[in-house]
């Protein structure tokens, strides 16, 4: 799987096709405070969360928050995919043992917890009943765990590429 994934023209595929859903999400959500959608996605408290859409409400722009999930349900397949890729690729780059593959994993994890705060938040829309203690406070933790994993994905892959880019020139420089 590492070798497949980290071929170069699989991680183009997944890198234009997460570009393409993340512009098209960035275009559909245009009419809400993109901090206030980080917020929303995060919120660990029902009136933090109710506070958020109710502002949507009074704008007029709850719909963009509704349609915007026609993309990003799908979305984080393409962003766990392609950076699991270039996790591969930065395993490769880098010479890592088979032992380190688990690394490919972090952003496939971090896509899911992504599907989970989606699917909380349809039923928190539908079902303004559910806006409470504890089921804020699991939909706010799977976010938070997707951002860090996300960011984990990203660090450990550029620290993979500059660990692997190190060994070469050293290399260069014995010959």
Request: aromatic residues 12%.
């Amino acid at each position: 799987m590492r070798q497949v994934l980290g071929r170069r023209w699989i991680i183009l595929t997944l890198g234009l096709t997460y570009l393409v859903s993340q512009l098209t999400i960035l275009s559909i959500i245009e009419p809400l405070d993109r901090l206030q959608v980080f917020r929303l996605q995060t919120a660990l408290s029902p009136e933090a969360f109710l506070a958020i859409k109710q502002s949507w409400v009074d704008a007029g722009v709850l719909d963009a928050y509704w349609r915007h999930f026609v993309v990003d349900f799908p979305h984080p397949l393409w962003y766990g995919l392609f950076l699991a890729a270039c996790a591969a690729s930065a395993l490769n780059f880098s010479n890592r043992p088979d032992s380190w593959n688990a690394l490919i994993v972090l952003p496939v994890v971090a896509g899911a917890c992504d599907f989970v705060e989606n699917s909380f938040h349809v039923v928190f829309l539908l079902e303004p009943a559910a806006i409470a203690h504890p089921w804020i406070a699991i939909s706010g933790l799977f976010s938070h765990v997707k951002w860090l994993l996300l960011a984990s994905s990203i660090l450990i892959s550029v620290a993979l590429c500059a660990t692997g880019a190190r060994i070469r020139i050293a290399k260069r420089h014995q010959l």
